[in-house]
């Protein structure tokens, strides 16, 4: 059972415009959040997280929202730019308790901005 | 900088051959992780450890075993290697439940 969903596997975006990337999530034990970036032959890179106090988070051209209530989240990417083409995973953990320390991925959104 | 490294950045191995993925942190992390990336398929765990000389299985164990003697260190061993392994590897720790993990560059690994 996937417990974190992204159901995009792909999006292409004009350079200049906004990336929305989605991702929804059904474990209710979920309280932090975080998004990964991964180019070809490269290991993921932290992005940037939310926690579950919190409902937007932003940073740079990077603003992820968190929508609790729905278990959903988003990564917003404005402006978009060529440089920003790269795999981009959703993350997942509990708080607290057992496998706090263990992050729960999803498949992966492949987004290809074009110049 | 904090460092995730992994030994090999490609490897190819023969059919049955016993293969070894060597991972070092150099930030004192508690926790280390490996996962394999492939295609439409995301990140999957195969094994982590919390502790030295300590293993838990991830999701897709079967066919790897793990090594971890030193805290630095987390080795996959891949007993027996398939064609089923051929992948990307990827090694990443973290301290405790603080933040994310820190990832290494991957070893894309391809048995023939």
């Known amino acids: 059972d996937q417990q974190v969903k992204q159901n995009s596997p792909s999006l292409s975006v004009q350079e200049g415009r906004i990336s929305i990337l989605n991702c929804d999530y059904t474990?209710?034990?979920?309280?932090?959040f975080l998004w990964y970036k991964k180019y070809p032959a490269e290991g993921p890179t932290f992005l940037i997280s939310?926690?579950?106090?919190?409902d937007k988070n932003e940073d740079g051209r990077f603003t992820v929202f968190l929508n609790k209530s729905a278990k959903h989240l988003s990564l917003h990417i404005v402006p978009s730019q060529p440089g920003d083409s790269a795999v981009y995973f959703c993350a997942a953990r509990p708080y607290s308790g057992a496998g706090s320390y263990q992050l729960t991925f999803g498949k992966g959104t492949k987004l290809s901005v074009i110049p | 900088d904090v460092k995730v490294t992994q030994s090999s950045r490609y490897l190819v191995k023969r059919t049955g051959e016993k293969v070894f993925l060597e991972c070092v942190q150099d930030m004192d992390h508690e926790n280390m992780f490996w996962y394999r990336q492939d295609p439409g398929l995301g990140l999957r765990l195969i094994y982590f450890s919390y502790d030295v000389k300590m293993k838990e299985k991830g999701d897709i164990p079967e066919g790897y075993s793990v090594s971890r003697e030193k805290k630095e260190r987390f080795s996959l061993i891949l007993e027996s290697a398939s064609t089923n392994q051929t992948s990307m590897y990827l090694c990443a720790s973290s301290f405790g439940t603080d933040y994310g993990y820190t990832f290494g560059s991957g070893t894309r690994l391809t048995v023939v």
């Open positions: 939310i926690s579950s106090i919190k």
């Open positions: 474990n209710s034990m979920f309280d932090y």
